[in-house]
């Protein structure tokens, strides 16, 4: 509907955690608690082990460090040195499942959906691990025009987007400038040598990596 919060519509979204690393976010609003409503999503439909076979989740932090949570056998999360987790995912931030076992998980999230349009996150200079989705289709290249990418003709030198595929491998953007139409103020695909169509969305867990040059900015979902 065209206001989710006044309808109060409800869903239920399972992203798949596949073996390996898989990129994702909270598909619904949620508490984004490891100890909370979120991990509990999370322990449910993933492997714990005492050893060091558990199922783990990684959050890139704030100057390019990563933190890292692992599964006891009690469907705890548990800190690196071994604490109780009582971390609090970031809003709009993604994380990795790395996912031990040889099978794909489908990790159950469910609550209200809906995303007003009107939130902020920062994307700060460098990596950035963004989740955005929340219950509803997320236009790529309407919602990145939020942030004013910063582009280049080079690689090296504009904003790059990095998009997981279900079958593991990577999709790698770049925001183009300098290269006459139909290319500048597009991002381009460098695998399939494309312009990224007005119309590709991220589905609602969906997660992705933001390589900013320039300063912070805010991007508007």
């Given at each position: ?29 949620s508490d984004r ?26 959050v890139l932090q ?160």
């Amino acid at each position: 509907g065209a206001a989710p919060d006044t309808n109060r519509l409800w869903g239920v979204i399972k992203p798949t955690a596949n073996p390996g690393y898989t990129l994702m976010s909270p598909g619904v609003r949620s508490d984004r608690k490891f100890d909370g409503a979120m991990g509990t999503n999370l322990a449910a439909a993933l492997t714990g082990n005492a050893g060091g076979t558990a199922d783990k989740v990684h959050v890139l932090q704030a100057g390019g460090s990563w933190r890292t949570l692992w599964l006891d056998e009690n469907k705890r999360w548990r800190e690196a040195g071994g604490a109780v987790s009582t971390y609090e995912l970031p809003e709009g931030a993604g994380f990795f499942v790395e996912r031990q076992s040889g099978t794909a998980a489908e990790v159950p999230f469910s609550g209200p959906v809906g995303n007003d349009g009107t939130k902020t996150n920062v994307l700060n200079t460098g990596w950035n691990l963004i989740g955005l989705s929340e219950g509803k289709l997320i236009q790529i290249k309407q919602t990145l025009a939020t942030a004013g990418p910063v582009g280049a003709a080079v690689e090296t030198q504009a904003d790059l987007l990095m998009i997981q595929k279900t079958d593991g491998t990577w999709r790698r953007l770049m925001y183009v400038q300098g290269w006459g139409a139909p290319y500048d103020g597009n991002w381009f695909d460098l695998q399939s040598f494309q312009i990224l169509s007005s119309n590709e969305v991220l589905e609602p867990g969906a997660a992705y990596y933001y390589l900013r040059r320039g300063g912070a900015t805010d991007v508007e979902f």
